[in-house]
């Protein structure tokens, strides 16, 4: 097979490949328009640009940031034609401060001392661990902090109402995204992948208490293994442009009953 004009694969392609090789055609080969704001995306982009900054400047009002980047984003759902719903964003508001002032007090209880090595930290590495056809990996990494043992410790922040089930904390595809982020950035920075661990980092939005959750993912060699040979089979399936529907991921999907796919 040659080389594929294709030159990156991010966790994203990867994960939609695994739940429908159609929806990764229609999206990736075909380039059909699958997403679109919502309150939910705009509460998301907001609260996350609020911890970027509360995360590098503590005096940082976050609420402020939270409101003004919350606002930005509506704007832009509105003058999509899109409608808001008002009484939603009221609530949303409202959500965001016990998320905003629990944030960095949650970070310093959970790793004590520590330095921010980098802030939205994007990887681009290339996939010499198997025959990719010339990609690369693409992705972006929401925080990478140092503590003083020398271990870097990699978080990304998932916005979400009450929190995540045990079943879905411990889903395999959910968890490849940190094991990918820690094997690209360790062979980025050339470290020891024992001296990086990794988190999901949960903002709740509707939690009664304890509205951010630092949960530790692992990735050890196994898993590292398994998660890379999946990416393997992934990209040598894209590369022969396979396209099997599978109905059993339908129920959510954008494209579900549409003239694209019935």
Known sequence: MRESSESKISYSEFKTWNECTHKHKLIYIDKL???????????GT????????????????????????????????????QEIKGSLISEMRSQAIPICEQFLPAVIDHFGDFEVFSVEEALMEK?????????????????????????????????????????KKQDKIVNYQLTLYKHYFAKKHKLDPKSVETYFGLLKRTAKKDNIEIHRATSAEKKTDNCLNLLERSVINIERKVSIKNRLSCKYCKFYKTEHCR
């Open 33 to 43: 328009p699958h997403f679109s704001g919502n309150e939910f995306t705009a509460f």
């Open 127 to 167: 996939i010499d661990d198997f025959n990719a056809y010339g990609r690369k990996f693409k992705g972006f990494i929401d925080l990478v902090i140092k503590t003083p043992d020398g271990k870097h410790h990699i978080i990304d922040w998932k916005t979400c109402s009450w929190g995540w089930s045990s079943r």
């Open 46 to 81: 907001a609260i996350h640009k609020a911890c970027e900054e509360k995360i590098q400047d503590a005096s940082a009002n976050t609420l402020q940031v939270f409101e003004k980047t919350f606002l930005e984003e509506l704007k832009e759902i509105k003058e999509s034609g």
